[in-house]
């Protein structure tokens, strides 16, 4: 493990989770050892890492399968299911399916640009208009074979796609709000 790597990316993950002001998670990642001037060490990468993966959206099934080496983290949030409502009703409005949507494009490319560093972690977005869920949409991740992958990098991909997810609302919201201003004038 490259200590002074994963230090590096830790704090640029501490100023990430600052620009995207998720506060309550720099308080708990504030709490880990780094912050006291320790040694990073193994155990502090990979609980600072949870603390965000696991916490960055508002909910995070996290399942570990030990004969297969296989983690899966399912997360959902309402920011994602916003930001699928607007892209459904930006398309709809611009009469374009889903494979011509270039909000679902951006989404899969910021996926596949926040998990593509690593062959041992397959992601997959889950869109689901007809869902009686809470939460209609979901982010999947899977990771293989823990010391062939960074957890810091892991973590700071699933803040990137929460800050993609939150900007991209702000985008489609305003985007639709100006159609819709143009349409009834």
């Known amino acids: 493990m490259d200590y002074f790597r994963d230090a590096f990316h830790l704090v640029y993950l501490f100023r990430l989770l600052l620009d995207i002001k998720r506060n309550d998670l720099v308080e708990q990642f504030l709490d880990y050892p780094l912050s006291d001037g320790e040694c990073v060490d193994y155990d502090t990468v990979y609980e600072a890492a949870g603390c965000v993966t696991g916490g960055i959206f508002e909910t995070t099934a996290d399942y570990y399968n030990e004969d297969k080496e296989v983690n899966t983290y399912v997360m959902a949030d309402k920011v994602m299911n916003d930001f699928y409502s607007l892209a459904d009703e930006y398309g709809e409005l611009n009469c374009l399916g889903e494979e011509d949507n270039p909000y679902f494009k951006k989404a899969d490319k910021k996926a596949h640009d ?15 208009r007809e869902s009686k869920s809470r939460f209609k949409n979901k982010l999947v991740i899977l990771t293989y074979e823990y010391e062939d992958y960074s957890f810091v990098g892991l973590a700071i991909g699933v803040a990137r796609m929460y800050e993609f997810f939150t900007e991209a609302c702000a985008e489609l919201s305003k985007l639709l709000f100006k159609e819709t201003e143009a349409e009834a004038a």
């Open 114 to 128: 926040c998990f593509g560093f690593s062959y041992n972690i397959s992601w997959l977005i889950s869109h689901d």
